[in-house]
């Protein structure tokens, strides 16, 4: 199983990855000296959302995709996803 994440950087940028152990790169993106030069600068990081998928490359056209979309709609993708948490507690 592989995970498409997205980390919202101290900056409020937005960093997109993939990884198969999605705790350990989130810990690493916030502690590891050798990983993710984006992230390094831009400490504390926080995962808003990620999928899992099957395999690598379902996880690389993935990425891929959200990568080129810009920044505000990587935003409603987020978003949705905190509705849809919200929405699911109140049932």
Not at 15 to 43: E, M, P, Q
Not at 65 to 74: H, L, P
């Amino acid at each position: 199983m592989r995970h498409v994440y997205i980390l919202r950087c101290k900056d409020k940028t937005l960093y997109t990855g993939i990884t198969n152990d999605l705790a350990k790169r989130v810990f690493d993106h916030n502690n590891s000296k050798c990983w993710a030069r984006y992230t390094k600068s831009r400490r504390p990081v926080k995962l808003v959302r990620s999928k899992r998928v099957k395999d690598r490359n379902t996880a690389a056209k993935l990425e891929y995709a959200t990568k080129r979309i810009g920044k505000v709609k990587k935003e409603e993708l987020i978003k949705n996803l905190e509705f849809r948490k919200k929405k699911q507690k109140r049932i």
